[in-house]
């Protein structure tokens, strides 16, 4: 698997989140006119919420050793490894 640098997957990560919650509001307001295209609307803003997760999983990894890191987006070492993470 290809290493993506973390600053990206950060980036690519919020950029889903805030795509996913657009789609689940805009449809959301689509329900109100017609049930069906509202429902579509809503389940692609929760697809797309389901990628960004397995996004992050698959990719916010240590470059160094590998292994997931939990918490937060910007951190300078891993927690893991003990390594700097730019």
Do not use: D, Q, W
Request: hydrophobic fraction near 55%; proline fraction near 3%; include cysteine.
């Amino acid at each position: 698997m290809k290493n993506i640098p973390l600053k990206k997957v950060a980036k690519i990560s919020i950029i889903l989140y805030i795509s996913g919650f657009a789609l689940i509001l805009i449809g959301c307001g689509i329900g109100a006119a017609s049930l069906v295209a509202g429902l579509l609307v809503i389940i692609a803003g929760l697809l797309v919420l389901i990628g960004a997760i397995i996004f992050i999983i698959l990719f916010y990894r240590c470059p160094h050793c590998g292994s997931f890191l939990r918490t937060r987006f910007y951190r300078t070492y891993c927690p893991f490894c003990g390594k700097y993470i730019e």
